[in-house]
């Protein structure tokens, strides 16, 4: 993959957009045979035979996902720091043990930006859990689960956003592939 490209366009103001991560689809790393990127879109994901993604809901404005370019002129080098900064409201046994498994691999998540578009993270190297935080709170409103459980990943490039149709059909990535 060439890295360099020409520069091609420039930037226009446009309207407003809704902030915020609405949900991710979370996959193991190793359940994912090719990602087809084409022009800064994903057009395929090709599931291993029998594998799925599993959805993870957001509460509304408790989580997000940023990407941060970072380029070195000293070294001449370039990377993206992309973290998922999930929020989840309670620590039920379901939801600790999904968290522990989480914890366990390198994930590719498609994430469902409020917006009503989609992009995935960890395309090549994959996010890992890094320190979250979780507990009771103090008062009785305070939060009572996962306040920070950031998945972490650093990748070459912009993470790729869903093209339409597969936006449309992103339902069929919780299906087990065959």
Not at 28 to 55: L, P
Not at 115 to 141: F, I, N, Q, W, Y
Request: charged share 25%; aromatic share 8%.
């Amino acid at each position: 993959m060439s890295f360099c490209t020409d520069l091609t366009e420039g930037y226009e103001l446009k309207c407003r957009r809704l902030g915020g991560a609405f949900y991710a689809i979370f996959f193991q790393k190793e359940h994912i045979n090719s990602i087809t990127v084409v022009d800064g879109e994903v057009t395929a994901i090709d599931v291993a035979n029998g594998e799925r993604g599993w959805k993870v809901e957001f509460e509304e404005e408790t989580s997000s996902f940023s990407f941060n370019p970072i380029g070195n002129r000293a070294n001449g080098t370039y990377r993206v720091e992309q973290s998922l900064m999930a929020v989840l409201n309670d620590s039920d046994r379901e939801t600790r043990n999904l968290i522990n498994v989480l914890a366990q691999h390198r994930l590719i998540a498609v994430v469902v930006e409020n917006d009503e578009k989609a992009s995935v993270a960890g395309l090549e190297r994959g996010l890992m859990l890094a320190d979250g935080t979780g507990g009771t709170g103090t008062t009785k409103e305070d939060r009572n689960g996962f306040e920070t459980l950031p998945f972490n990943g650093i990748e070459r490039g912009l993470p790729p956003v869903l093209d339409a149709t597969l936006y449309e059909n992103i339902d069929d990535l919780l299906v087990p592939a065959s």
